[in-house]
């Protein structure tokens, strides 16, 4: 898979290449479709290290990045190997980088402790698969045309406490990475502290000019934010001194996790008025780069393209005598006959999916709690139960559910004679939510094969839709592991 090849021909494997997003020093990216899902991919050509060891850690990104399950990580779905190249498949994600934003934006305060805080969430789902990303920079965050933020290129991640991993932006290098001392938590919140001070500064904590200044990184501070920030961006104290905190030279006195991190963030958020906040799309709007229909092939059938071949016209003969007698039909006539010919078509298909599919039944999800209770919005049952059916499909693959809630739609062909019978379910889930005033306890119980298990997780007032996501979607993963 030789990199001019790969452009020569167009495809990568079963992927089309359409064009390069971008170039970097650890490779380039393009974007891609894969036509057998008719999706659009992101595809990332590195050249193959010489050295054994940095082949095999390059290699094995793919499997750490594909174990964090989370919207705010860029997925992984394929990787493509070569003798001299490697190629990850992973999640497109349209929109812009925050080096892109911040180069053309001075955004509001909303906006940056929304980015942090997304942040900050996915640094908690790589913690809890002992990953640290080791480079945490602002081309490595993404920010979709959804205004969903997602962080991306874990390139140098490793797991538990190593040395440092050669190949660290200057900007994202925390002081124990220049030492190449080992690596926790700790160091990617340091990251993000350098991250929090540009983007409400507007300047680097600890480069002078492109490069980095080792002896201020090391031994010196950076001046102080709140001289910093401009007039124009009223900062509440609390976030100024978590930055302060995040930026400690000693790994051991800045947080150890991201709970206070983002409790911290989340409380400065909810003081903003409500006529200013949800402003990161409207802000990073001017920035993504533009999307074309080109981006998206038509879908040609297998055999076609490359492998097709021109035909003689055939003389008119019994298949000329059925077509004309088929242009001799009426409208309703042609209709009847083609839905009765779907139907044939499709009931052994929907057969074959129901049976290759995992059949899931759900029992009513129970919501437990008081009026007074505030709990996120567009928190329900339903949503509850699509959340867990996410979950279970990076799990077990293609899923039918049944149950009255979430249950897969069934297409009546033609007639309820030609319905496909039923078929037993080989999962039952029940879920549940019991909150107090402080507290909500999560539960997710499952059956199969009468054997049972269990999890649960506690949740805290305060938390976001998007924080109550990662928390289902983790308790899933740990009732399938």
């Known amino acids: 898979m030789a990199l001019n090849r790969v452009v020569a021909d167009t495809h990568v494997g079963p992927y089309r290449i359409l064009r390069r997003i971008n170039r970097g020093g650890q490779g380039s990216v393009y974007l891609g479709y894969d036509r057998r899902l008719g999706r659009r991919v992101a595809i990332k050509i590195y050249r193959l290290p010489s050295a054994r060891t940095a082949r095999r850690r390059l290699l094995h990104e793919a499997q750490l990045v594909a174990s964090i399950q989370s919207p705010k990580v860029v997925q992984i779905h394929d990787v493509l190997e070569s003798r001299g190249h490697v190629a990850l498949v992973m999640e497109y994600v349209p929109g812009c980088d925050l080096e892109e934003f911040l180069a053309a934006v001075r955004p509001s305060l909303d906006s940056i402790l929304t980015i942090a805080l997304d942040i900050a969430g996915a640094l908690a789902m790589a913690r809890q698969q002992q990953i640290v ?19 991306t290129d874990f390139g140098i991640a490793h797991r538990g406490a190593q040395g440092a991993a050669p190949g660290a932006s200057q900007s994202a290098m925390s ?17 993000l502290g350098c991250l929090l001070y540009r983007m409400l500064s507007g300047a680097q904590p600890f480069m002078d000019g492109p490069r980095l200044d080792p002896r201020r990184l090391l031994e010196g501070e950076p001046q ?3 001289e910093r920030i401009g007039g124009d961006l009223f900062v509440p104290q609390p976030v100024i001194d978590l930055v302060g905190e995040l930026l400690q030279k000693d790994p051991a006195r800045r947080p150890r996790n991201t709970h206070r991190v983002r409790q911290v963030l989340r409380s400065a958020r909810l003081e903003i008025p409500v006529a200013a906040a949800g402003s990161l799309l409207r802000d990073a709007r001017p920035c993504f780069r533009p999307e074309s229909p080109d981006d998206i092939p038509p879908q040609v059938p297998d055999d ?14 019994r298949w000329w005598q059925i077509r004309h007698r088929w242009t001799l039909l009426s409208w309703p006539a042609r209709w009847a006959a083609v839905i009765v010919a779907t139907a044939l078509v499709s009931v052994p298909w929907v057969v074959a999916w129901q049976i290759s599919a995992t059949r899931v039944h759900f029992d009513a999800p129970v919501l437990q709690f008081r009026p007074e209770i505030e709990l996120p919005r567009g928190l329900s049952p339903a949503w509850l139960v699509e959340q867990v059916k996410l979950a279970l499909r990076d799990r077990l693959g293609p899923i039918h559910v049944t149950g009255p809630v979430g249950a897969t739609p069934v297409s009546v062909l033609y007639s309820r004679a030609a319905e496909p019978a039923p078929i037993a379910p080989q999962e039952y889930l029940r879920l549940g939510v ?7 306890v999560l539960r997710l119980v499952r059956e199969r094969d009468g054997a049972r298990r269990s999890q649960q997780a506690v949740l805290f007032s305060g938390m976001s839709l998007d924080d109550w996501a990662d928390t289902v979607h983790s308790v899933t993963r740990a009732v399938y592991r």
Not at 133 to 151: E, F, P, R, T, Y
Not at 180 to 188: A, C, I, M, N, W
Not at 305 to 317: D, N
Not at 434 to 439: D, I, S, Y
């Open 133 to 151: 990303h080791g480079d945490l920079k602002a081309s490595n965050v993404l920010i979709a045309d959804s205004g969903q933020v997602k962080l």
């Open 175 to 191: 002081p124990e990475q220049y030492l190449g001392k080992p690596l926790d938590v700790r160091s990617d919140l340091f990251a």
């Open 224 to 226: 102080p934010l709140a």
């Open 304 to 317: 076609m393209g490359r492998h097709s071949s021109s035909r003689p016209i055939a003389p008119a003969g």
């Open 434 to 440: 019991q909150c107090v005033p402080q507290f909500c």
